[in-house]
């Protein structure tokens, strides 16, 4: 069963922080790895996108990614009051397979 | 901004009942999907559709279900004989095709089952 694995939360960072947001996922074949934010009774909406080893920068957003210890990471620079959804980590299925494994999302609060 | 469009927003239908939930995806995507997240769990993939055939289903998506492109321009999921378990929220989601994981998320349809 492939998984992938969240804090559920609530994660707590106070307005201008860093909030760091953290995955693990089981199926080593897992190439593709997603971020989505998903605000209370939206749909996700597709934050960043890491394919390879290492940090990936988009503005106040990095990604980071590490296949040897099955570990996604996101970091969320100077955040807002805005940033406060529920952030689901998301892997592909390996082997050419085009569903997504969604882990069930850390719900995070920026507080002002 | 291109957007994927569902309709309904919200269904409510008796057990047993006949649903069909429909999406206009963006126009120049080539990839179609369908997930459901039930009430405060994860979201799940049900279905991957391209040119105009399923190319992977995962083990929610048993003869209850089934899609279709009826028209060229929606891409519908139906859902025979509907249980109560079936109440979720189902995202229509597309991608252009180039990296298949980067969707766009339709705004959902809610389906209740009483």
């Known amino acids: 069963q492939k998984e992938v694995e969240q804090n559920s939360g609530p994660l707590s960072v106070p307005e201008g922080a860093i909030a760091s947001l953290n995955c693990t996922y089981s199926?080593?074949?897992?190439?593709?790895f997603f971020w989505y934010r998903q605000y209370s009774g939206k749909s996700p909406e597709l934050i960043m996108s890491i394919y390879s080893n290492g940090d990936k920068e988009d503005g106040r957003f990095t990604a980071q990614l590490n296949k040897a210890s099955q570990y996604v990471s996101l970091l969320i620079r100077d955040s807002q009051p805005s940033d406060s959804a529920t952030y689901l980590c998301?892997?592909?299925?390996?082997?050419?397979?085009?569903?997504?494994?969604f882990g069930k999302g850390t719900h995070l609060i920026i507080q002002p | 901004e291109p957007e994927v469009t569902q309709t309904p927003s919200h269904q409510v239908t008796q057990m047993g009942q006949e649903v069909i939930l429909r999406c206009v995806p963006i126009s120049n995507h080539l990839y179609f999907y369908w997930y459901r997240q039930i009430l405060g769990q994860k979201v799940e993939f049900l279905v991957s559709f391209y040119n105009n055939e399923i190319s992977e289903k995962s083990e929610i998506f048993d003869d209850q279900f089934s899609v279709e492109r009826p028209d060229g321009s929606n891409f519908t999921l139906k859902i025979r004989s509907t249980k109560l378990e079936d109440s979720a929220m189902y995202f229509c989601a597309t991608t252009s095709g180039v990296n298949t994981g980067e969707l766009f998320f339709g705004e959902g349809s809610r389906l209740t089952v009483l």
């Open positions: 998301a892997a592909d299925s390996g082997g050419g397979a085009d569903g997504l494994t």
């Open positions: 199926d080593r074949g897992s190439q593709s």
